[in-house]
């Protein structure tokens, strides 16, 4: 029997991912907020830094509730540490780096819009798990006139510094890789999502601690607000959705689990707006809907009235 098909006691069920579901877009949707929170006191670096060791915690306590022993082998821990800089250490440092000098909207949009496009390029054109289809080329291509959209190309990159952009823009590729990653690496290991979770969190905690001694915060006194940003990063956003994208994709495939981006922009354009009470542009939500018909095309969840040659 196939490891598809032999699914182990901890895995959740088709029944039951919605719930796991729905928190990571809540979680990551809301992240953006806690960053520009977080960033009131630290930098890029110790934002992550401080985060990753909130969430650290945090799963090793859960862990330890339910008796969830840590992967063994150094090979297991090597992808480990791939997977920690793929979608943990270096894009949570790159989109704290585009917060520091545009809106955490901005940000949220691009970001959870382009990480479906990114990790279909690397399915589809890197990994080559799955044939190109002419929907996903069309998905594709209407994603990427979105982005110009969203950037307000005409204008240059809008009010937005063209560094920041490109750092949202590598963010989103991190995580696009890491979706195939895991999905071809990981998930076949049969590790339990709680030590796979806890594992990557502990990697990217040591990872990061150099730079975060060497330039961790940004201003002397700490506010409420950033201690508030960094735990509830390191709780929600890290700690528990990380364990639940991990179950996600374990359960339902990583294609279906990066769509958690659809909801993650409309929870980030919320909190931007009424709690940070923040700028919005008209193109930034035009060329985020844009972005997502792009997803949905790709994805065939939007079917396309394309003619098709009947067998001769």
């Known amino acids: ?168 823009i590598a963010a989103a590729g991190c995580v696009g890789f890491s979706y195939p990653f895991s999905r071809r690496y990981l998930v076949s290991l049969d590790i339990d999502p709680i030590a796979l979770s806890c594992a990557q969190l502990i990697l990217t905690t040591i990872t990061l601690l150099p730079a975060f001694l060497l330039d961790g915060r940004s201003s002397s006194a700490i506010p409420v607000k950033a201690i508030f940003g960094v735990l509830c990063l390191g709780i929600f956003a890290n700690g528990l959705a990380f364990m639940w994208n991990f179950q996600v994709v374990r359960a339902v495939g990583s294609s279906v689990a990066s769509t958690v981006n659809f909801l993650s922009p409309a929870v980030a354009l919320l909190c931007g707006i009424i709690l940070l009470h923040e700028h919005l542009t008209w193109y930034e939500p035009v060329g985020g809907c844009i972005i997502l018909l792009g997803v949905a095309i790709s994805q065939g969840r939007l079917t396309l009235p394309i003619k098709r040659r009947s067998a001769t």
């Open 1 to 168: 029997m196939s490891p598809e098909i032999a699914k182990p006691e901890f895995q959740i069920t088709a029944r039951s991912w919605l719930g796991p579901y729905a928190g990571i877009a809540l979680a990551w949707g809301g992240s953006f907020m806690f960053i520009k929170l977080a960033l009131s006191a630290f930098t890029p670096f110790g934002v992550v830094f401080l985060s990753s060791t909130t969430g650290s915690i945090l799963m090793l306590l859960v862990a330890r509730i339910k008796h969830v022993a840590l992967p063994r082998g150094w090979r297991v821990w090597l992808k480990l540490w791939f997977m920690a800089l793929s979608i943990s250490a270096a894009p949570g440092v790159l989109t704290a780096v585009a917060e520091s000098h545009a809106s955490s909207s901005f940000v949220g949009i691009v970001l959870s819009g382009l990480i479906p496009l990114m990790s279909l390029f690397f399915i589809v054109i890197v990994f080559r798990d799955e044939p190109i289809s002419s929907a996903q080329v069309i998905g594709l291509v209407v994603g990427l006139i979105g982005v110009l959209v969203i950037f307000a190309i005409w204008q240059g990159v809008g009010h937005n510094l063209w560094w920041a952009v490109i750092a949202v």
